[in-house]
C-alpha cells in the first residue's frame, strides 16, 4: 500500500543500521516517507538494518538518493525543519503541518554545518541535560515526528 506521506523523514548520510531500520519502523507506524542521503554507513540488505524494520519494509515508503542535490530534485522544495544539537530553538517551539520535511544528520557528524547555516532560522533541537551529548538518531526522529502529528491532530489507530 502506497499513501500521501503525512511527513517526509530525511537522514543525511546515517551510519547505523539499526537507527535507519527503527525510523523506518516509526515511518511505517505514522504514515510518513523515508529517504536515506548517500553515502550510507551500511548497505541496504544490512542484517541489522532489516532486523530493526522488523517486517514492515515492505509497508514502508522509502527512497534512497545519491546526494543532497538529488533529495531535493525529488522532494521539489527545501526541508521545513533541520535537527541540530547545536541549535537553541526547541523542536516543541514550531508548528508543524501534513507534508513538512524533517531533516536529520548522520549519527557522529550531523548535518553538515554550510547546510543549516544557510536555513538557521529552521535548525531546532531537542533538548537534554548537559551531561548527554545528543540523544540517538531513531529516538529523535520519533521524539519530533510524533510531535508533529500531535500538532496535525492526524489520527492515528491506538497500538
Wanted: proline share 6%.
Amino acid at each position: 500500500m502506497r499513501y500521501d506521506p503525512i511527513l517526509h523523514i530525511v537522514l543525511h548520510e546515517p551510519e547505523i543500521p539499526p537507527n535507519a531500520g527503527n525510523v523506518g519502523r516509526t515511518c511505517v507506524a505514522i504514515g510518513a516517507k523515508m529517504w536515506l542521503v548517500r553515502p550510507l554507513g551500511f548497505k541496504l540488505d544490512d542484517y541489522y538494518l532489516r532486523r530493526a524494520g522488523l517486517d514492515y519494509w515492505e509497508e514502508l515508503e522509502w527512497e534512497v538518493v545519491d546526494s543532497w542535490e538529488h533529495l531535493l530534485e525529488r522532494l521539489g522544495r527545501q526541508p521545513n525543519w533541520y535537527f541540530s544539537t547545536h541549535a537553541t530553538r526547541s523542536y516543541a517551539s514550531v508548528t508543524y503541518a501534513r507534508g513538512d520535511v524533517l531533516a536529520f544528520g548522520s549519527e557522529s557528524r550531523g548535518l553538515p554545518k554550510d547546510l543549516l547555516a544557510a536555513h538557521a532560522d529552521q535548525v531546532l533541537t531537542i533538548p537534554a541535560r548537559p551531561q548527554v551529548r545528543s540523544l540517538n538518531l531513531s529516538n529523535c526522529a520519533a521524539i519530533v515526528a510524533y510531535e508533529a502529528i500531535r500538532q496535525t491532530d492526524i489520527k492515528l489507530r491506538p497500538s
